[in-house]
Every structure is written in C-alpha cells, then in structure tokens.
T-cell receptor, first 113, second 116 residues
Framework: AQSVTQLGSHVSVSEGALVLLRCNYS??????LFWYVQYPNQGLQLLLK??????LVKGINGFEAEFKKSETSFHLTKPSAHMSDAAEYFC???????????FGAGTRLTVKP | EAGVAQSPRYKIIEKRQSVAFWCNPI?????LYWYQQILGQGPKLLIQ????????DSQLPKDRFSAERLKGVDSTLKIQPAKLEDSAVYLC??????????????FGEGSWLTVV
C-alpha cells in the first residue's frame, strides 16, 4: 500500500527565512500527493496537491511543492516564513482507485520573530 | 459555500460510556469519510461512504465503533463502550467523489473526545 514519511517532526525557522518541509512517498503506481495544514483546534485545510501534469505545484499562502519521481519526494517550500505559518503540516498520498488516503505523522512548524 | 459541519466540538466521557458524533458534509459531495487523529499522529481513515453505502471500513474497530449514513447526506459515528485509547480528534471529511481520482478531501473542524 502507498505511504508517506515526513522527515522531522518539528521544524523551527525565523520569520522571513526559507521554509522547507520534507515528504517522501512510497507507491507502486503513480501517486496523487497532497499537503494539508492544521492550525490549533481546527481541521485540515488543503494547501496544494499534485495529480498529473506540471511537477511544480503552487498552493495557497505562497507555498509550493515539487514532485520528484526519481527521488520519490514531494517537499513543501515557502521562500519567506510568516508568523501566521506556524501550524502542523501533513503530507498525504493516494492512488487511482484506492480509497485510503494515507497521511504522514506531521511536521510542526514554529516561526520565531 | 458552507464547509463540513461537525458536532459536538468537544466531549468528555468516562470509559465504558457511549458517545455519538454528527457530520454534515458539503452539499453535493457523494463521498464522506471519518478519520481518527490521535495526538501527535496523522489522521487515520476509519470508514468511507459513497452515498449511503460503505466503501471501506477495514480500519474501523467494529466491536465498539459504528457509523451510518442512512440518507446519503448526514452521518453519525458512535463509540460504545469507549476506552481510554479512543481519546482523539474525530474528523469528518467529504469529497465530490472518491479520492481515487485525486479529488480534494475537505475536512471539518473535528470532534475532540477525551475518555477518562
């Protein structure tokens, strides 16, 4: 079955610095990949997703991710962190005709002033 | 557009008691999901409905958990009797159709359960 691994349960950056959250996937067939964000006491909100086509995907709030098949990765980046980006980020994977979306364990992003 | 609605938001019960959570998906979404999110972990699928039929309940602890979506819209998730390890956030989600086509899943704010 498909799965994702998020490297680093906690990432801390300074305001204005580059944000890089790592996600590697495992799938025997072409994957669909997602990044969700969860703010305290709230549900998950979709940041961006990759299904087919362009491998560089742009999402909301200035985030983007690049699908790299050769590296089985889908890392999330943002050029300049903002205090409001502090949250938990989840990478997830599914495949065509498979109903079970698998989530990573999450990465907590802290932004220092 | 209204999002996925869940209630109650918070619930504290004693072990061996029962609890029920309600979910109203986004209008027009045929697929409804219940996820369990234990503190410090990612969400785990418990059950998926397509309209009023169950598509996947392989990870639902059927000895204590049950869920229904009788009219293909609202859904309820019940736990009876609750155990301490059931303490978690129960997230309801919906999508226009199954995730197998790369469709986005939209999540509610969750129902936080504490079993003491």
């Amino acid at each position: 079955a498909q799965s994702v691994t998020q490297l680093g349960s906690h990432v801390s950056v300074s305001e204005g610095a580059l944000v890089l959250l790592r996600c590697n996937y495992s799938s025997s067939v072409p994957p669909y990949l997602f990044w969700y964000v969860q703010y305290p006491n709230q549900g998950l909100q979709l940041l961006l997703k990759y299904t087919t086509g362009a491998t560089l995907v742009k999402g909301i709030n200035g985030f983007e991710a690049e699908f790299k098949k050769s590296e089985t990765s889908f890392h999330l980046t943002k050029p300049s962190a903002h205090m409001s980006d502090a949250a938990e980020y989840f990478c997830a994977v599914t495949v065509y005709n498979n109903n079970d979306m698998r989530f990573g364990a999450g990465t907590r992003l802290t932004v220092k002033p | 557009e209204a999002g996925v609605a869940q209630s109650p938001r918070y619930k504290i019960i004693e072990k061996r008691q029962s609890v029920a959570f309600w979910c109203n998906p986004i209008s027009g979404h045929a697929t409804l999901y219940w996820y369990q999110q234990i503190l410090g972990q990612g969400p785990k699928l418990l059950i998926q409905f397509q309209n009023n039929g169950v598509v996947d309940d392989s990870q639902l602890p059927k000895d204590r958990f049950s869920a229904e979506r009788l009219k293909g819209v609202d859904s309820t998730l019940k736990i009876q009797p609750a155990k301490l390890e059931d303490s978690a956030v129960y997230l309801c989600a919906s999508s226009f159709t199954a995730t197998g086509s790369g469709n986005t899943i939209y999540f509610g704010e969750g129902s936080w359960l504490t079993v003491v």
